[in-house]
């Protein structure tokens, strides 16, 4: 499997560098509402920067280098009084609001409240040329349709799920909140606070605030952590890309300095952090190709159709379940974690061998014939999990064809999801097949172990 890994490496990069070499950029500098940015960040104490807005034909809207940037040169540094964070916001009309309202605000809320009125205000904001170039809307989860929701993978379909219902429940627990700021709004609160509303702030927050410890004050409830830095948002993220960023206590600047070198006029990258795709899509609302933090997850549900005629599967999954050993079960390209071939092992076992159980979880070696059914299993689930990947695909390319634009953009990052899943799948099982000889699947039962 060593092998495989290196030739996947190699095939990547060569992708990738075909791919640089085709890409091409429309500076967006000159446009009226990046022209606002500039001038609204100057005032605020930006002095220069190496970077202008750029429309890139790969990933959109992002940021160019208008020099060559050596390691460990300054990619950008913003000044602390262009960041939008809580304290911005209590400092502002709403901090009387905010600071007498009970129970306790978070800066989350406080921040997406913010944002809502700011917009409202429109062109009479202080903070309009920043709200202004903010997306319009997003492809996270919190925004997807059911018809995408149902096409995303069963691994994540949940989470995504559980996010779309936590920000309708921010907005519909907040109600009496928002009443209360009728005196600062010229239309109702109803028509001004909407779900709608609150979902693009939440996610504006979300997907584009930096990280930046704030010392915990009495007029909020939570960790403040949030940040939200105009123009220094607009830097795309790549997995392999290396870049250090936080605030600098001395110059008071956001600052983030390059590990590698970046090439004057390419599009400037950060490192979100070494995430998964699923975990980019939830969180940010896009896909990486050929992130080499992603994995394919196998859920418990699977495994429990696919081993559904073992009679002691119901105890097996328990002690599974009691020891933690359902969460984080995957396979990459190189082939099934340790987790899941760990778990494998186990569920390969008979109940009359329950006093060895633990020790398999620990890592004991098993027979050859216990290994075998552990990696024809694995080889199975993958089967499955990419006929369902081929599926999901064939729907979506149905969808689009019928759906509006709108909808077209969150079917767009599903698939790329799908598709980079369909990827990792496929080297999984080349693995698995170098690993087993290639031998028939027919040859050995499921249940044939246990």
Partial sequence: MGGHSRRAGRAARRRRQKHEHTIQSISLCHQPQYVRLMKFLHQRGLTSTLLQPALFTDTGRGLQTLQTIEPGGMVISLPQSCLLTTSAVLDSYLGPYIKNWKPRLSPLLALCVFLVCERHRGEGSPWFPYVDVLPKTYTCPAYFTDDAMAVLPVSVRQRATEQREAVREIHSNNQDFFRSLQ?????????????EALRWAWCS????????????NSFLCGEDNYA?????????????VQV??????????YEIRSVSRTLRYQQAFINYGCHDNQRLLLEYGFVATNNPHSVVYVDSDLLCDLLRSDKSLDKKMTFLRENYFLHNLSVSSDGPSWRLMTALRLLSLPSTLYHHWKAVLLGQVVCEETEEWSVRTATTLCQRLLLDADRALDKISHLLQQCEQPIREQLAVVRSLQQEEKCILESCLQALRERNGNVSLCQLPIGAVS
């Fill in 183 to 195: 005196p600062i709004l010229s239309e109702p609160t109803e028509d001004v606070l909407t779900y």
């Fill in 244 to 253: 250090k960023a936080s605030f600098n206590p001395v110059t008071r600047c």
């Fill in 205 to 216: 927050v979300n997907t584009r605030s930096v990280f930046m410890s704030h010392p915990p």
């Fill in 228 to 240: 939200l830095a105009p123009f220094l948002d607009l830097l795309n993220h790549r997995p392999d």
